[in-house]
């Protein structure tokens, strides 16, 4: 049993002969300077997230901002594609309503046309009916 203590006692000696004393002061200084590293990890690692989700937001925002411009463009196409088709109605009306007064005075004329025949008519049938 001796032999036994004398080696845990070599083997404590040999342990202690290696083992660095600190004083309080110091070794709570740097127990707390070790937690704060701690913090200072978890902070950095929440920054690097944060960056990370800032970096998707932006690539987010660069491809709506793409789709806003083209749907941009496009509403502007349609807009200049609908001017274009109200452009050439409002020809089409004057157009029609051109065409439509050539058509009453025609009618107009057709009418006053007729009316004279129709005297000429009269006037041939007194004539005929004169010589007979």
């Known amino acids: ?6 080696s845990v006692v070599e083997s404590l000696s040999a342990v202690l002969s290696d083992a660095v004393y600190l004083e309080p002061d110091v070794y709570d ?29 932006q690539t ?12 941009e463009e496009e509403l502007h196409s349609s807009e200049a594609a609908a001017a274009t088709l109200r452009h050439e109605q409002d020809n089409n ?7 439509f007064n050539e058509l009453l005075l025609k009618e107009e ?10 005297k000429l008519k009269g006037i041939i049938e007194v004539l005929e009916s004169g010589r007979k």
Do not use: C, P, W
Request: glycine share 2%; hydrophobic share 40%.
């Open 93 to 99: 009306a004057v157009v029609f309503n051109m065409h």
């Open 109 to 118: 004329e057709i009418r006053k046309q007729s009316e004279e025949l129709e």
């Open 60 to 71: 987010e925002l660069a491809i709506s901002r793409g789709k806003q411009r083209s749907l």
């Open 29 to 57: 200084t740097q127990r707390e300077l070790q937690k704060y590293k701690e913090i200072i990890k978890v902070k950095d690692n929440k920054i690097a997230t944060v960056e990370a989700e800032l970096e998707l937001a």
């Open 1 to 6: 049993n001796m032999q036994d203590l004398d």
